[in-house]
């Protein structure tokens, strides 16, 4: 659930995601994407505003995600696992829009 900071209200719905327990949240640093770690072993990016899933669950760990975190520049994406591994993922923008567009199997603009 995400509350406004300044007066702890509600700002929309619950975001239902990962089948397991939620571990970890990570913004990049222009605040427009979130970052989801969960039990399920997967990684899920968000927009923050919309709430929407952007593209698939980012698979690859063998264990639990315990953790991501965001590099300043929100270029790369790391992960921590329950397994003590540490994985990190081109976060840039781009290449999920063209993995969006893949899986939808169509041309997206953006808005």
């Not at 640093?29 to 072993?41: F, I, W, Y």
């Not at 994985?87 to 939808?104: G, S």
Request: proline fraction near 5%; aromatic fraction near 6%.
């Amino acid at each position: 659930m995400v509350r406004d900071a300044r007066n702890h209200l509600r700002l929309g719905e619950p975001v239902t995601c990962h089948g397991s327990w939620v571990q970890g949240v990570a913004f990049r640093p222009d605040s427009k994407t979130l970052a989801s770690a969960g039990d399920d072993e997967t990684i899920m990016l968000w927009d923050a505003r919309s709430h929407l899933r952007l593209g698939e669950p980012v698979a690859g760990h063998g264990s639990w995600v315990q953790g991501v975190a965001l590099s300043p520049y929100g270029k790369t994406l790391a992960s921590a696992t329950d397994d003590r591994t540490v994985m990190l993922w081109d976060a840039q923008m781009a290449p999920w829009q063209l993995r969006a567009c893949t899986i939808a199997d169509r041309n997206l603009s953006q808005a």
